[in-house]
């Protein structure tokens, strides 16, 4: 009894032990890797501590509740591609091809894919799509259309390289890269290949105008030998029913028409020899005035039709060598203007600069002239104003001396003006010579006359420049001197 008991319950852990064992086993499927994450793992090739680790082609053990598994597809993809581009000419095309990728089967590659597009692997396409479509339209940009057309294979290689180190950073790798299509909207390729359409069509025409020639010839050749055999046969024909009507004829008559028959002979055999000579020169004929004359027409048919290929064909090149002559000039007249309007703006950027320069120089001058200017008229509003307040405390301390010094340097002045009162004199008698003229002078210049008054104005003018040196008298009135009571008297 307690055998069965413990036998049941070993049966019974075993039980356990199995679905536990199958509860936590993950296999890997050869299409698929598996990213457990939950603790810390090394990976060979991608480092320590990354938190998770990768398990690829077989099983593993994973804990419940502390580990968390899944599954990256290692199986191909395809991307189509449907680009818009622009040629080094300016021309747009569109490029259609194909990308075939797929996760790499490295740890690297598997750890890199895994970061980007776990649960998000039906966004692979459009990723990789991005890729191409930025690089194939660099690329595109830098190459002719006929480069394209030419060497598609370098399109796809210059593609597949430029692309390869992102798609490592992604952890793809690229199976295959197709171009399948390049359409031209604008019809520039077409244009490209109607001259060599052209000259295909040409060439057809012309084969089948020399096919055409050769049978019509053959056939003509055909008729004349039906013609000559169908002669031939008629001539035969008439001579057998010459011989069958002699016979008859000799038969029904045997005497009168045995000569008549023999003339008939005669004259067949005449016939036919005329007929045969005929026939012989028409073949001398043959051969030595038609088929000579039919080759030398066929040479000179065969001359011209080369001579008339060779005018095209220099004509062609003629259009060509032109074309690419003024594509020539017109870059060399755009170099040119270029670099006349560099110069241009260059000596117009050295004029502005020296105007510029010219004008800093005149304002400083300018401002240089003024404040040297206003220094002078500064300096003397002080001179004069020094000189003022000299005479004023002059006039204060000596001013008779001041005085007196005024009128002896004005003295001319008032001489001049004193004579000017004999101006109008015409006649004058002195009775007492030299003392009269001199006495008659002095009354002149004491009079109230113009002498005195230059003398009054001198006197009033030192007067107001005591007062505003502020040295005169309280009362306003300036000190009288001898010489001025003398004058005033």
Same mark, same amino acid.
């Given at each position: 009894?307690?055998?069965?008991?413990?036998?049941?319950?070993?049966?019974?852990?075993?039980? &356990?032990?199995v679905g536990l064992f199958r509860l936590m086993w993950r296999?890997?499927?050869?299409?698929?890797?598996?990213?457990?994450?939950?603790?810390?793992?090394?990976? =060979?090739?991608?480092?320590?501590? /990354?938190?998770? %680790?990768?398990?690829?082609?077989?099983?593993?053990?994973?804990?419940?509740?502390?580990?968390?598994? %899944?599954?990256?597809?290692? !199986?191909? +993809?395809?991307?189509?591609?449907?680009? !818009?581009?622009?040629?080094?000419?300016?021309?747009?095309?569109?490029?259609?091809?194909?990308?075939?990728?797929?996760?790499?089967? =490295? /740890?690297?590659? &598997?750890? +890199?894919?895994?970061?980007r597009f776990l649960d998000q692997q039906k966004f692979m396409p459009e990723r990789v799509h991005n890729v191409f479509a930025g690089h194939l339209r660099s690329i595109v940009g830098g190459l002719t259309v006929e480069q394209m057309i030419r060497d598609r294979e370098r399109l796809t290689a210059e593609t597949r390289a430029?692309?390869?180190?992102?798609?490592?950073?992604?952890?793809?790798?690229?199976?295959?890269l197709q171009i399948h299509e390049i359409v031209d909207p604008t019809g520039y390729i077409n244009n490209l290949a109607a001259p060599h359409a052209a000259a295909v069509q040409r060439d057809a025409r012309i084969a089948q105008a020399e096919a055409d020639r050769l049978a019509t010839e053959a056939e003509q050749q055909a008729a004349a030998r039906m013609a000559? @055999?169908?002669?031939?046969?008629?001539?035969?024909?008439?001579?057998?029913?010459? #011989?069958? !009507?002699?016979a008859t004829a000799s038969s029904r008559q045997a005497g009168p028409l045995a000569e008549a028959a023999a003339r008939q002979e005669v004259v067949v055999q005449e016939t036919r020899v005329a007929e045969l000579e005929a026939q012989r020169r028409e073949q001398q004929l043959q051969a030595d005035v038609r088929k000579p004359a039919d080759a030398s027409a066929y040479e000179k048919r065969t001359l011209a039709e080369a001579e008339r290929d060779a005018r095209i064909s220099a004509a062609e090149a003629k259009a060509r060598e032109t074309e690419l002559a003024a594509a020539a000039e017109a870059n060399r007249v755009k170099t040119a203007a270029a670099a006349q309007a560099e110069q241009t703006r260059v000596s117009g950027e050295a004029s502005?600069? @020296?105007?510029?320069?010219?004008?800093?120089?005149?304002?400083?001058?300018?401002?240089?002239?003024?404040? @040297?200017?206003? #220094?002078?008229?500064?300096a003397r509003g002080l001179a004069e104003a020094e000189s003022i307040k000299a005479r004023a405390a002059a006039l204060a301390e000596n001013q008779e001396a001041v005085v007196a010094q005024q009128l002896a340097e004005n003295w001319p002045e008032i001489v001049r003006a004193g004579a000017?009162?004999?101006?109008?004199? =015409?006649? /004058?008698?002195?009775? +007492?010579?030299? !003392?009269? /003229?001199? #006495?008659?002078?002095?009354? @002149?210049?004491t009079m109230g006359g113009t002498g005195l008054g230059l003398a009054r104005q001198l006197l009033a003018q030192m007067n107001g420049a005591t007062g505003a040196g502020g040295d005169a008298p309280s009362n306003g009135a300036a000190p009288r001197s001898p010489e001025r009571v003398r004058l005033q008297d």
């Open positions: 009894m307690l055998i069965g008991v413990a036998a049941g319950g070993a049966l019974v852990a075993i039980i &356990i032990l296999v890997a499927e050869p299409n698929e890797a598996l990213v457990i994450s939950g603790s810390k793992h090394r990976t =060979d090739g991608v480092g320590e501590g /990354m938190g998770f %680790r990768i398990v690829t082609g077989r099983g593993t053990l994973v804990m419940p509740g502390v580990q968390a598994v %899944r599954r990256l597809s290692l !199986d191909l +993809n395809e991307a189509e591609l449907n680009v !818009d581009c622009v040629t080094q000419q300016g021309i747009p095309l569109k490029v259609h091809g194909v990308v075939i990728f797929k996760v790499g089967d =490295d /740890m690297v590659s &598997i750890a +890199n894919a895994a970061r430029a692309s390869g180190s992102e798609m490592e950073k992604l952890g793809l790798i690229i199976d295959s000559e @055999a169908t002669r031939d046969s008629q001539i035969l024909q008439a001579g057998y029913m010459a #011989e069958r !009507d002699k502005a600069a @020296a105007t510029r320069a010219t004008g800093e120089a005149e304002a400083a001058a300018t401002q240089a002239r003024g404040l @040297a200017e206003a #220094e002078a008229a500064k000017e009162a004999f101006g109008n004199v =015409d006649h /004058m008698v002195l009775l +007492n010579g030299a !003392d009269g /003229m001199s #006495e008659m002078f002095a009354k @002149a210049l």
